[in-house]
């Protein structure tokens, strides 16, 4: 059973930080693409930065110059530095991942975690 299990979020003040983390666990074999989401309260869900395997990002343009979105493959783990938050940056942050699981090898699906609540206050 795969699981993706995001912790770091919580109340900050504008112009503050916060640094989330995704724990993948489970019969993994390898991990391609992960994904960092968020989802403001009556908002789809959007894209907020991608990493590579090997470690290209891309970024959306609201967050440029201010999020950073890395990764460590050998404990499975993918992080989202969140500097010079605002108060629009308030969401919940969904961890999302393609991966393949052991007796599976080739076959890479999609997983999200549960979600962890970003809340900015001006």
């Known amino acids: 059973q795969v699981q993706l299990l995001e912790s770091g979020g919580g109340l900050v003040q504008a112009g503050g930080s916060l640094r989330l983390s995704c724990v993948a666990s489970g019969s993994i074999f390898r991990i391609n693409y992960m994904y960092w989401y968020c989802q403001a309260s009556g908002e789809q869900r959007e894209l907020v930065a991608t990493?590579?395997?090997?470690?290209?990002?891309t970024y959306a343009d609201s967050v440029k110059g201010r999020f950073t979105i890395s990764r460590d493959n050998a404990q499975k783990t993918v992080y989202l530095q969140m500097n010079s938050l605002k108060p629009e940056d308030t969401a919940v942050y969904y961890c999302?991942?393609?991966?393949?699981?052991?007796?599976?090898?080739?076959?890479?699906?999609?997983?999200w975690g549960q979600g962890t609540q970003v809340t900015v206050s001006s």
């Open positions: 999302n991942a393609d991966l393949s699981v052991y007796f599976d090898r080739l076959n890479f699906q999609n997983y």
């Open positions: 990493i590579s395997g090997g470690g290209t990002t």
